[in-house]
């Protein structure tokens, strides 16, 4: 296992460059860069902008660029944000963490409720409780998430209940642990509602159909016809084994919720990097634009990998000597 870990953390890295290369091409074949919108001002010297993109490279071939900019990567550095005039690294760290609070928690509720709900839908098949839950599925599936955080905010705004828009009240800093706690998980409700709706309604469709294929399987009716309790049957056996399907799942989940959460991170206002990209991008801030991107490389890779790993612990008929 740590030789494949080891090999698959090898790969990663050409890949995260070639892919860190083709953004930097992309970005630098749009017109113009940030220090040309910063030309229209008129509180700044023409002087001002000549010196700044002489001091970082702007007006050297691309090549020459994205070189110098990958040559700091082994230091951990990731360049200069022109827009909030800091190192990169210090304008992702906190919006990183931000959106990682908010994927994780959308990732969680998700799989604690479409697990059960697939489970209970394939044991209940074509009865009324399963009719209801696809019936549910389909209105999920088809309610763009967007269009679902909001109305969760004019629900919210009409009735008060719920925090709106943000990461944290106005007198957060007032609160204490528990209150801190409870606040956080207040702001919470409206955007992971609008993510995780329609991934539950996937999910559980995957899951019903695992559940299906596996208790039709021959070693379960070989472990009903030796008389084991049926819960140990589903619970033990059937179980288990429809799961590890979904687990390959997991990687992709980390960055499709990256690229889903930009969009609910604007409307709902919560301090992501989705408002942190949208910014850059318009800006042309081209390094924070290029860290934006690594950091949904990064969790894509690693999603991968824990997924495999994961996978190799719920199925001992994994082995990874075969892949490597």
């Known amino acids: 296992m740590v030789k494949y870990i080891l090999k698959r953390l090898l790969i990663a890295f050409p890949m995260l460059l070639v892919m860190a290369l083709l953004t930097f091409v992309l970005m630098q074949k749009t017109a113009g860069n940030y220090y040309d919108l910063l030309k229209m001002d008129p509180r700044v010297s023409p002087e001002t902008v000549e010196r700044y993109v002489r001091l970082y490279q702007l007006d050297r071939p691309v090549l020459v660029q994205f070189l110098s900019w990958a040559k700091n990567l ?30 994780f928690a959308s990732i969680l509720v998700t799989w ?27 209105f999920a599936l088809s309610t763009p998430s967007f269009f679902l955080a909001m109305l969760l905010l004019y629900l919210g705004s009409r009735s008060g209940w719920i925090p709106l828009g ?3 009240s106005a007198h957060y800093a007032e609160l204490s642990l528990a209150g801190k706690c409870f606040d956080l998980l207040g ?13 539950i309604g996937a999910l559980q469709r995957i899951m019903r159909g695992n559940m299906l294929e596996v208790l039709g399987q021959q070693y379960i009716l070989t472990a009903r016809a030796k008389g084991l309790p049926e819960h140990r049957v589903i619970f033990r056996h059937a179980l288990r084994n429809a799961l590890n399907p979904l ?21 709902c206002s919560w301090p992501g990097l989705g408002s942190l990209m949208l910014t850059a991008v318009r800006s042309k801030d081209v390094y924070l634009v290029m860290a934006s991107f690594m950091m ?9 990998l824990l ?18």
């Open 74 to 103: 082994f230091r951990l550095e990731f360049g200069y944000s022109f827009y909030y005039n800091i190192p990169v690294k210090n304008v992702i760290a906190g919006r990183l963490l931000n959106t990682f609070i908010l994927s």
């Open 112 to 138: 604690l409720i479409a697990i059960p709900l697939g489970t209970f839908a394939a044991l209940n098949r074509n009865r009324f409780w399963d009719r209801f839950i696809q019936t549910c599925s389909y």
């Open 166 to 168: 943000g990461m944290r």
């Open 187 to 199: 702001h919470l409700i409206i955007p992971v509602a609008a993510l995780s709706v329609a991934s």
């Open 247 to 267: 687990v390959t799942l997991l990687g992709y989940e980390f960055s499709s919720l990256l690229s889903g959460a930009a969009l609910i991170e604007i409307i």
């Open 296 to 304: 949904g490389g990064v969790l894509f890779l690693i999603g991968n």
């Open 307 to 324: 997924a495999d790993i994961l996978l190799a612990r719920l199925d001992p008929r994994i082995r990874y000597e075969r892949l490597s």
